[in-house]
């Protein structure tokens, strides 16, 4: 197998890891529709991570599950209803909580890349 598909599978495990963290911070800037919600991790990303449409809806799911997040029907000019998804009460805390323990991990990372820039 070559490296590059190789590290192709490699990101795509690692970026899933981060999937709910994303529409969690992406739900903590407002209440979305979950096509809304993949449209601004994507620009909050800076195009570097996206999750596809098929995706989001089992996420939203699970995070509904947890109570992190909650739905509300809403209807359009056109009369259909979509959901529009919000961080409850305890998924705000649960951020404030997950916002650290990510910071601490980036770090921990950091210190593992340093420590191989140096061995070169």
């Known amino acids: 197998m070559e490296l590059e598909d190789e590290l192709q599978k490699w990101e795509t495990e690692f970026k899933k890891g981060f ?14 529709y979950p ?9 909050q990303t800076k195009g570097q991570f ?11 799911k699970k995070l ?3 109570e992190l997040i909650i739905f509300q029907i809403q209807q359009d000019k056109d009369g259909s209803e ?15 909580l997950l916002k650290q323990a990510m910071k601490e991990f980036t770090v921990i990372v950091q210190e593992m890349i340093d420590t191989y820039d140096e061995m070169k």
């Open 82 to 96: 979509k959901k529009v998804y919000s961080l409850t009460s305890k998924g705000k805390n649960f951020l404030i």
């Open 19 to 32: 999937s709910k963290p994303f529409v969690l911070f992406s739900l903590a800037e407002r209440p979305n």
């Open 50 to 60: 996206s999750i596809a449409g098929s995706n989001i809806y089992p996420i939203l």
């Open 35 to 43: 096509y809304q919600v993949t449209k601004a991790i994507l620009g």
């Open 64 to 66: 509904t599950d947890d």
